[in-house]
């Protein structure tokens, strides 16, 4: 999906074009070490499902994605930074 197009720059058939040739979500994912992902299911500039989509395409085993319900783009109130010490300290 696409975000809301800047104003005054529009979005052209090209850089939809270009944008095809880069899109990483269709194939296996060769990451094997672990990996932690945090999304807010509020995030309003990508949406939650995205993070849903790579966590399924990681070839790791050691993989966990964790949706923050209240949660926004920025993760950034003290409950998320929390989440993310505890994340980082699991992987310790």
Known sequence: ??????????????FLEDGKKNMLLTKPINISCPVRLLHGRKDQVVGFTTSEKIIELLDSKNKKLTI?????????????????????????
């Open 68 to 92: 923050i319900e209240d949660g926004d783009h920025s993760l950034s109130r003290e409950t998320d930074l929390n989440t993310l010490y505890k994340n980082i300290e699991e992987l310790l």
């Open 1 to 14: 999906t696409l975000s809301t197009p800047t104003p005054g720059r529009p979005i052209t058939f090209k």
